[in-house]
């Protein structure tokens, strides 16, 4: 019970340091920002496949139906973190952006025999960005009491994002098929801040100010069945659901004008109705077993983006703000795998644990009418067993990935990342009853 409790107020500090941005993507401005990879420990390694991973030693919370293939004898509790380096390129200039986060903490059990469950805390959304685009206005657009040009300047900056504290339970009714839930606590807050301002010291500057706050509960459901083909061969078949719902609040956008003559200030209030759902989420997934050494996932996730709302604000009055751009369907596709020469071999050498995997999505967002960046991703990564002479049973999960987004013309921001994720996986066998002799 102390070894609980203390797992839990890791858990609370945890919570604590996750609510902060990880990302510099200037993508992440449109819709409730960049979603995070919900993965965790080993599937880092291999691109975040996991929905038919079954593992007894590993937290998996993409499918809560493994939940149940938990070992009766151990506490699994598993924390990450990850450092990224971003190149952005747009219309011949580039710029870089450093990134470190600390993103997750989850922990499982087994609390009866085929029952398990799990606990913690994960990132859903990331939000942060910060740059400015500058033009030039002709007089007959903004009047001008000199001859020289008008600039204008507008400078996009946004914060925050959306965290999940969850509890889980993965039940097996019958041998080989079982089933899983998360419920979840959905909260954070979104800041998004457009500022304009003028080379003509006489014309009106104006900022608006975009802000989303939820406490939503969620859930999220599984399914999987396990096929053993033989005694060294085995095949597991999952599906996970994440049903779509409305935010908690409804966005508000706050229009903010100055007048550099009068020294005026105004303010106009608009409000988005049930804008910025939380999409459907639906996932498949294969996976096959070699003789507990090689294991090989295939996952397909779709994202339902276009039953999202846009930011259609209006006024007191029923008057428009302008529409901002639109979220679209997303499909991904996950392959990884990882290799053991031996997990219970006495060369350390032979329990070293090998990863890789990559994945490809769709653009989900359309940027003036067109479709926003495809992603590609290619990741590998190391399980390293971590022996002394109290515990020969966690794991030191070191992944690398290599991020690229690119959209369907070149006048739009291309992104490459290199990110390196670190975790901990603690097993320890809390739950074994010790014999004296």
């Known amino acids: 019970m102390k070894k609980l409790f203390i797992s839990f107020a890791m858990l609370l500090v945890f919570t604590t340091i996750a609510a902060q941005s990880g990302t510099n993507s200037p993508y992440s401005q449109y819709g409730l920002g960049v979603f995070a990879d919900p993965s965790q420990g080993a599937s880092r390694g291999m691109n975040g496949v996991g929905i038919a991973f079954r593992e007894h030693n590993q937290v998996n919370t993409l499918n809560p139906a493994s939940y149940s293939s938990l070992d009766s004898l151990t506490f ?20 870089n952006a450093n990134n470190a986060d600390f993103e997750y903490a989850v922990g499982a059990f087994r609390a009866w025999k085929n029952v398990g469950m799990a606990f913690g805390v994960v990132p859903y959304t990331n939000v942060g960005y910060d740059f400015k685009q500058t033009s030039t206005l002709s007089n007959y657009e903004i009047p001008s009491t000199t001859s020289t040009a008008v600039t204008q300047t507008n400078t996009y900056t946004g914060s925050g994002g959306l965290h999940k504290a969850f509890i ?19 909260w954070g807050n979104i800041d998004n801040f457009v500022t ?21 509960i969620t859930v999220d459901l599984g399914a999987s069945y396990s096929l053993n083909l033989s005694k060294k061969d085995n095949v597991t078949l999952g599906v996970t659901l994440s049903p779509g719902s409305k935010l908690s609040e409804d966005p508000y956008c706050f229009v903010i004008t100055a007048n550099a003559q009068d020294g005026v200030v105004d303010t106009t209030t608009y409000t988005a109705k049930d804008a910025y759902n939380i999409p459907l989420t639906f996932g498949a997934g294969i996976s096959y077993k070699r003789n507990n050494r090689l294991l090989v996932g295939l996952d397909y996730t779709y994202f339902r983006g276009s039953a999202v709302n846009v930011r259609n604000y209006v006024d007191s009055k029923g008057a428009k703000a302008e529409s901002t751009d639109d ?11 990882q290799y053991c020469r031996n997990a219970q071999g006495h060369d350390y050498t032979d329990r070293i644990m090998y990863r890789f995997g990559m ?49 369907s013309t070149s006048a739009m921001l291309k992104e490459n990342c290199f990110m390196i994720n670190l975790g901990i996986t603690f097993n320890e066998r809390w739950f074994a009853k010790w014999k004296f002799e």
């Open 76 to 95: 699994i509790f598993d924390v990450g973190m990850s450092m990224q380096k971003t190149h952005f390129k747009e219309d011949g200039k580039s710029k």
């Open 168 to 186: 889980g339970i993965g039940v097996q009714p019958f041998r080989n098929f079982s089933v899983g839930a998360n419920i979840n606590y959905l």
């Open 196 to 216: 304009s301002t003028f080379s003509d010291g006489y014309v009106k500057s104006f900022m608006k100010y975009y802000f989303i706050e939820t406490k939503k």
């Open 327 to 337: 979220l679209t369907d997303r499909h991904k596709v996950n392959v990884g795998a």
């Open 359 to 407: 994945s490809y999505a769709t653009p989900y967002v359309k940027v003036n009418n067109l479709n926003g960046p495809r992603e590609i991703s290619v990741s590998a990564g190391v399980g390293l067993p971590i022996t002394n002479m109290y515990n020969n049973r966690s794991t030191l999960n070191i992944g690398v990935r290599w991020i690229n987004k690119t959209a």
